[in-house]
């Protein structure tokens, strides 16, 4: 059986405000290490909840939905949106 894929967000607790958008499997998306500074701050000063966008996907096309979220929502260190995400 070949892995399942899905896309997740992560925004902020007090106004839900979204920081990063990945692609994961299993329990990823509830993980907090290996996660960037700029991740860590956000959670550390506002808290953040999990949001599930796209679920049950194969590697490829989740690897596809992970850039389109990304560009819809737009990257902070592009001051084109929000995200942290740097890929």
Do not use: C
């Amino acid at each position: 059986m070949s892995t399942r894929y899905y896309i997740y967000l992560h925004v902020r607790l007090t106004d839900g405000q979204p920081f990063y958008i990945g692609k994961g499997s299993g329990k990823r998306a509830f993980v907090k290490r290996n996660r960037s500074i700029h991740w860590k701050n956000i959670v550390n000063k506002y808290g953040y909840d999990i949001l599930l966008l796209e679920e049950t996907l194969g590697e490829k096309e989740a690897h596809t939905l992970e850039k389109y979220w990304i560009n819809r929502i737009g990257r902070l260190d592009l001051k084109l949106g929000t995200l942290v995400n740097f890929t």
